[in-house]
């Protein structure tokens, strides 16, 4: 879902384990980068059980990841997709932990 505008909009989502961040697309060319969640800024990752998100395509679907600035909701392709990129998200912004002093 929008951050300003609040409507639901296809991104494509690339995770990178080794610059430590989650971006998001405007599609899957990777042309235009929208934004970025960098993992220390990742605070939880959760199902929204309380659908939360207003008008989710599938609510059953959605997950949540909150940040220090914002409140992403994202809604998967399938349930199993939402499992593991829930897990890659928390086990990203988790693991980041270890390299802190």
Known sequence: MGGKIKSWKKRWFVFDRLKRTFSYYVDKHETKLKGVIYF?????????????????????????VKTHDRLYY???????????????????AEGYTQFLN
């Open 74 to 92: 994202v809604v998967a392709p399938s349930a199993e997709a939402m499992r593991i990129w829930m897990d890659v998200i928390v086990t990203g």
């Open 40 to 64: 220390q800024a990742i605070e939880e990752v959760y199902y929204d059980h309380l659908r939360s998100a207003t008008k989710s395509p599938n609510p059953s679907l959605t997950f949540c």
